[in-house]
């Protein structure tokens, strides 16, 4: 082992009122078989009996969980909180209402130091509360488990942006940090680490177990939307900044997926009319303001496939009538 990291991988760990779903968290954290971890469990201000669950694995694992409190701030300043005080060589996040596969992190860890890998990615699959399987999210289809950022670029556009199914070598982390006060902080941060990585490595194991919650905020879906255009306007600065700042087409195919169809994935749950246009409305700005075209959204390639084509009809319809302007015919649909 490293001496200097006698930690391999610190999972950090944001808790906000999950009491009903955070012991069955941690029990996979627990029980990962990759011994040399440290859990770092940030309770944000919880008001239910989340802190009394951190409390009972603490001292039932008193060298593996480690227990804080602070002051709500919401999911990126805790997630700030554990990073700061992360002792592993990699740091991974997974959120408290969610569970992973117990060789997930050994698995991860072992392809990141196999690969000098910056950053290792697994597949993930969305759960419903009594664990069934409703949605599997495959990440990397048809890529090798090495994959070199600077020969396989299209990554930057293809990849979905979450945190949780990563494990980031901690230096990525030197000099940024997960923006506070905004939603899809991942969309935000993400892309801008991806940049700074020489080799990503990948596993197609569906190690992680995303939870949809019928009462998550995810399902609360409001003018917040916008910090989605504004995540990625972010990210378009430190790509103009990165040494890939001569690759346009990765750039504008990673406006067309976050900033269009990611946006107008988020838009059709809006449920106020007047939010739903005054949203339509700036991603009109968005779209004319990058040059973008119809015909480009419409040919856009998603590892190597027409993304559009390989959609659902119900999803395929609803951007459709987006793109040729059927607003108004959208929300009657969607009610």
Known sequence: MNPQFP??????????????????????LVNQTLKEIEILVINDGSKDNSQQIIEDFQIKYPNRVFGF????????????????????????????????????FKE?????????????????????????????????PGFPEKIVLENHLSVFSDISYFACNKLFRRDLFNEKR???????????LIPQLLLECNVLAFTPDFHYQYLERQDSISKSHTMKGLDILNAVETVEKSFHKSRFSNQKEALKNFQILEGIYTFLAYLAFVKKDEDFYKMSQKLDDFIANKGLKTKEMLQFNRFGKNYLLSLPLKKKLYYLLYFFGFKGLIRRLIK
């Open 7 to 28: 930690i391999k991988v610190s999972i950090i760990v944001p808790v906000y009122n999950v009491e009903l779903y955070l012991e069955k968290c941690l029990l996979s």
């Open 69 to 104: 409190i602070k002051e709500n701030g919401g999911l990126s300043d805790a997630r700030n909180f554990g990073i700061d005080r992360a002792k592993g060589k990699y740091l991974g996040f997974v959120d408290s209402d969610d569970y992973i596969s117990e060789t997930m």
């Open 108 to 140: 991860m860890y072992s392809l990141a130091e196999k690969h000098q890998a910056e950053m290792t990615i697994c597949n993930l699959q969305k759960v419903d509360e009594v664990g069934n399987v409703t949605q599997k999210l495959t990440q990397l």
């Open 178 to 188: 997960f923006k506070k006060g905004i939603h899809f902080e991942d969309i935000e």
